[in-house]
């Protein structure tokens, strides 16, 4: 299995601050997933991070908006720029250990933007 | 585009008696489905996954796959009140076996 931690846990910042979510995992993975879930809904895949290449984004989500960097195996790291009470909700990473497919979440990071 | 419903919304059962719950998806070229459940303000806990028509135990969670009938189904037996959770059924989205898609989520109540 892979054990996923996030961190900060929870945050409070003001609009127009950027915030940094930072994603820690206990062994080398090959690709970390960012997915963001308002309260109440479900959880939407935000971005693809695979080590020395841009991460890949989905529709709707920009790097401008959400930069994510992916310097090594086992870490990667989330900006939220210019923040907005719309972004406020909760960011998660996944990713999947060497086997037949098991997809590991971490704890999430609740994000409140004033 | 994966689309994925799940139902019912709302689920109250007694403990002891099997849960059922559904999950449909549009794309039927999708082999990749996944049950997570998420306890209140907690991270998602991985239950079962399933990649070929059939069915799937792991402990006392089972997933039936019918990729013909666009369905996926998970059956919990034996449910003690700490099963009380909101179960989210995923499918991978076309082309990318490891990006899912979510469902909105069906909100288990086990009664003592």
């Known amino acids: 299995s892979v054990l996923l931690y996030q961190k900060p846990n929870r945050d409070i910042c003001q609009s127009g601050t950027s915030l940094k979510i930072q994603c820690v995992a206990d062994?080398?993975?090959?690709?970390m997933f960012w997915y963001q879930q308002f309260q109440e809904q479900s959880l939407m895949l935000m971005a693809t991070?695979?080590?020395?290449?841009?991460?890949?984004?989905e529709s709707g989500f920009t790097k401008d908006k959400f930069p994510i960097s992916r310097p090594n195996l086992t870490f990667s790291t989330l900006t939220v720029n210019n923040a907005r009470p719309g972004d406020s909700s909760i960011y998660f990473c996944?990713?999947?250990?060497?086997?037949?497919?098991?997809?590991?979440f971490g704890e999430g990071s609740k994000l409140t933007v004033l | 585009q994966q689309k994925v419903q799940q139902s019912p919304e709302s689920l109250t059962v007694s403990e002891g008696a099997m849960a059922s719950l559904n999950c449909t998806f549009s794309?039927?070229?999708?082999?990749?489905f996944r049950w997570y459940r998420q306890h209140s303000g907690k991270g998602l806990e991985m239950l079962v996954s399933?990649?070929?028509?059939g069915e799937k135990e792991e402990g006392r969670f089972t997933a039936h796959l019918n990729r013909a009938s666009l369905h996926v189904s998970l059956h919990i037996r034996e449910p003690q009140p700490s099963d009380s959770a909101v179960y989210l059924c995923?499918?991978?989205?076309?082309?990318?076996?490891?990006?899912?898609?979510f469902g909105k989520g069906t909100q288990l109540i086990i009664q003592p």
């Open positions: 996944s990713s999947r250990d060497r086997g037949p497919g098991q997809l590991y």
């Open positions: 062994s080398q993975v090959v690709s």
């Open positions: 991070a695979n080590e020395g290449s841009e991460a890949t984004y």
């Open positions: 794309d039927g070229t999708s082999d990749n």
């Open positions: 399933i990649f070929s028509d």
């Open positions: 995923a499918v991978s989205i076309t082309g990318g076996a490891d990006r899912l898609t």
